[in-house]
Protein backbone atom coordinates (compact mmCIF):
# COMPACT_ATOMS: atom_id res chain seq x y z
CA UNK A 1 0.00 0.00 0.00
CA UNK A 2 3.12 2.20 1.17
CA UNK A 3 4.29 1.80 -2.38
CA UNK A 4 1.02 2.45 -4.37
CA UNK A 5 0.69 5.51 -2.25
CA UNK A 6 4.25 6.97 -3.06
CA UNK A 7 3.82 6.15 -6.97
CA UNK A 8 0.72 7.79 -6.83
CA UNK A 9 2.46 10.73 -5.24
CA UNK A 10 5.01 10.60 -7.63
CA UNK A 11 3.17 10.41 -10.78
CA UNK A 12 1.23 13.71 -9.56
CA UNK A 13 4.18 15.52 -9.06
CA UNK A 14 5.12 14.91 -12.94
CA UNK A 15 1.73 16.18 -13.93
CA UNK A 16 2.57 19.09 -11.65
CA UNK A 17 3.62 21.49 -14.86
CA UNK A 18 6.56 23.34 -14.40
CA UNK A 19 7.13 26.67 -16.12
CA UNK A 20 9.38 26.28 -19.49
CA UNK A 21 12.39 26.88 -19.24
CA UNK A 22 14.27 28.84 -22.27
CA UNK A 23 16.28 26.98 -24.76
CA UNK A 24 19.84 25.62 -23.05
CA UNK A 25 22.74 28.63 -23.74
CA UNK A 26 26.74 28.04 -23.37
CA UNK A 27 28.70 31.41 -22.88
CA UNK A 28 31.48 31.23 -25.34
CA UNK A 29 34.61 33.11 -24.90
CA UNK A 30 34.69 36.96 -26.39
CA UNK A 31 35.55 37.55 -29.64
CA UNK A 32 37.62 40.51 -29.93
CA UNK A 33 35.51 41.92 -26.62
CA UNK A 34 31.95 40.70 -27.74
CA UNK A 35 30.27 38.13 -26.16
CA UNK A 36 28.61 35.41 -27.34
CA UNK A 37 26.19 32.49 -26.17
CA UNK A 38 25.59 29.35 -28.53
CA UNK A 39 22.02 27.98 -28.49
CA UNK A 40 22.45 24.31 -28.33
CA UNK A 41 19.08 23.55 -29.21
CA UNK A 42 19.23 25.25 -32.88
CA UNK A 43 23.30 25.54 -33.09
CA UNK A 44 23.13 29.01 -33.48
CA UNK A 45 25.37 31.95 -32.09
CA UNK A 46 24.25 35.16 -30.86
CA UNK A 47 25.83 37.92 -29.75
CA UNK A 48 24.38 38.76 -26.39
CA UNK A 49 24.59 42.41 -26.85
CA UNK A 50 21.92 44.18 -29.60
CA UNK A 51 24.03 46.31 -32.17
CA UNK A 52 24.80 49.51 -30.61
CA UNK A 53 25.40 47.83 -26.77
CA UNK A 54 28.32 47.86 -24.92
CA UNK A 55 29.52 44.85 -23.19
CA UNK A 56 31.11 45.94 -19.59
CA UNK A 57 31.77 43.00 -18.18
CA UNK A 58 28.44 41.90 -16.59
CA UNK A 59 26.05 43.27 -18.59
CA UNK A 60 25.15 45.02 -21.86
CA UNK A 61 24.58 48.36 -21.40
CA UNK A 62 23.80 51.76 -23.28
CA UNK A 63 21.11 52.25 -26.26
CA UNK A 64 20.48 49.56 -29.10
CA UNK A 65 21.10 51.19 -32.50
CA UNK A 66 17.84 51.23 -34.29
CA UNK A 67 17.83 50.49 -38.45
CA UNK A 68 15.40 50.11 -41.24
CA UNK A 69 15.69 46.45 -43.00
CA UNK A 70 17.74 47.54 -45.85
CA UNK A 71 20.32 49.10 -43.42
CA UNK A 72 19.92 46.45 -41.21
CA UNK A 73 21.31 43.67 -44.02
CA UNK A 74 24.08 46.31 -44.77
CA UNK A 75 25.25 46.34 -41.22
CA UNK A 76 25.12 42.45 -40.93
CA UNK A 77 27.56 42.37 -44.04
CA UNK A 78 29.96 45.18 -42.10
CA UNK A 79 29.60 43.34 -39.07
CA UNK A 80 30.52 39.95 -40.86
CA UNK A 81 33.58 41.42 -42.79
CA UNK A 82 34.82 43.10 -40.51
CA UNK A 83 35.04 40.53 -37.60
CA UNK A 84 35.55 37.55 -40.16
CA UNK A 85 32.25 35.58 -39.26
CA UNK A 86 29.19 34.83 -41.10
CA UNK A 87 27.46 37.38 -38.76
CA UNK A 88 23.86 37.89 -40.32
CA UNK A 89 20.17 38.98 -39.51
CA UNK A 90 18.37 36.18 -38.14
CA UNK A 91 15.42 34.97 -39.76
CA UNK A 92 11.77 35.18 -38.15
CA UNK A 93 11.83 31.89 -36.90
CA UNK A 94 15.32 31.62 -35.72
CA UNK A 95 14.81 35.35 -33.84
CA UNK A 96 11.68 34.49 -32.58
CA UNK A 97 13.22 31.29 -30.41
CA UNK A 98 14.81 33.98 -28.46
CA UNK A 99 11.81 34.67 -27.06
CA UNK A 100 11.12 33.47 -23.58
CA UNK A 101 7.76 33.27 -21.85
CA UNK A 102 8.57 33.74 -18.72
CA UNK A 103 9.53 36.99 -18.94
CA UNK A 104 8.27 40.25 -20.16
CA UNK A 105 9.50 43.78 -21.11
CA UNK A 106 11.76 42.41 -22.38
CA UNK A 107 10.34 38.77 -23.10
CA UNK A 108 14.37 37.12 -23.39
CA UNK A 109 15.76 35.56 -20.51
CA UNK A 110 17.97 38.33 -18.45
CA UNK A 111 21.18 35.62 -17.31
CA UNK A 112 21.56 35.32 -21.51
CA UNK A 113 20.61 38.40 -22.64
CA UNK A 114 21.58 41.24 -20.15
CA UNK A 115 20.47 44.34 -21.13
CA UNK A 116 18.32 43.40 -23.50
CA UNK A 117 15.24 46.06 -24.20
CA UNK A 118 12.22 45.69 -25.20
CA UNK A 119 12.34 46.73 -28.68
CA UNK A 120 11.05 45.44 -32.23
CA UNK A 121 13.86 43.43 -33.23
CA UNK A 122 14.63 42.83 -37.45
CA UNK A 123 14.61 39.85 -38.86
CA UNK A 124 15.49 39.27 -42.56
CA UNK A 125 12.44 37.42 -43.64
CA UNK A 126 10.16 39.63 -45.49
CA UNK A 127 6.32 39.39 -45.98
CA UNK A 128 5.51 38.90 -49.56
CA UNK A 129 1.75 39.13 -51.39
CA UNK A 130 1.59 37.49 -54.57
CA UNK A 131 5.69 37.39 -54.79
CA UNK A 132 5.89 41.00 -54.02
CA UNK A 133 7.64 41.59 -50.69
CA UNK A 134 5.71 44.51 -49.12
CA UNK A 135 7.02 44.66 -45.56
CA UNK A 136 9.20 42.22 -42.91
CA UNK A 137 8.34 40.42 -39.94
CA UNK A 138 9.87 42.09 -36.92
CA UNK A 139 9.63 40.53 -33.46
CA UNK A 140 7.91 42.64 -30.77
CA UNK A 141 10.33 41.64 -27.53
CA UNK A 142 8.22 43.66 -25.06
CA UNK A 143 5.87 40.98 -25.48
CA UNK A 144 7.62 38.27 -27.76
CA UNK A 145 4.99 38.74 -30.73
CA UNK A 146 5.71 38.50 -34.05
CA UNK A 147 4.56 41.72 -35.94
CA UNK A 148 4.89 43.02 -39.88
CA UNK A 149 6.50 46.44 -40.25
CA UNK A 150 7.17 48.48 -43.27
CA UNK A 151 11.10 48.38 -44.45
CA UNK A 152 11.37 51.86 -43.80
CA UNK A 153 10.30 51.11 -39.81
CA UNK A 154 13.62 51.51 -37.25
CA UNK A 155 14.44 48.48 -34.92
CA UNK A 156 16.66 47.51 -33.04
CA UNK A 157 19.28 43.98 -34.54
CA UNK A 158 20.77 41.43 -32.52
CA UNK A 159 23.42 39.79 -34.79
CA UNK A 160 23.46 35.70 -35.38
CA UNK A 161 26.10 33.26 -36.92
CA UNK A 162 25.93 29.43 -37.66
CA UNK A 163 28.11 27.79 -34.90
CA UNK A 164 31.42 26.26 -36.67
Known amino acids: MRIRTLQLALSLCTLTALPAVAAPFVRLP????????LDTA???VWR???EGQAWTGSTCGGTPMTFTWQAALDHAKQQASAAHAAWRLPNIKELSSLVDRQHTWPAMDPV???GATSENYQSATPMSYDD????VN????ALGEIQ????LDLAALRLVRNAR
Open 42 to 44: TGL
Open 112 to 114: VFP
Open 132 to 135: EPFA
Open 148 to 151: PWDF
Open 138 to 141: FVNF
Open 48 to 50: RCA
Open 30 to 37: PVNGVPEV
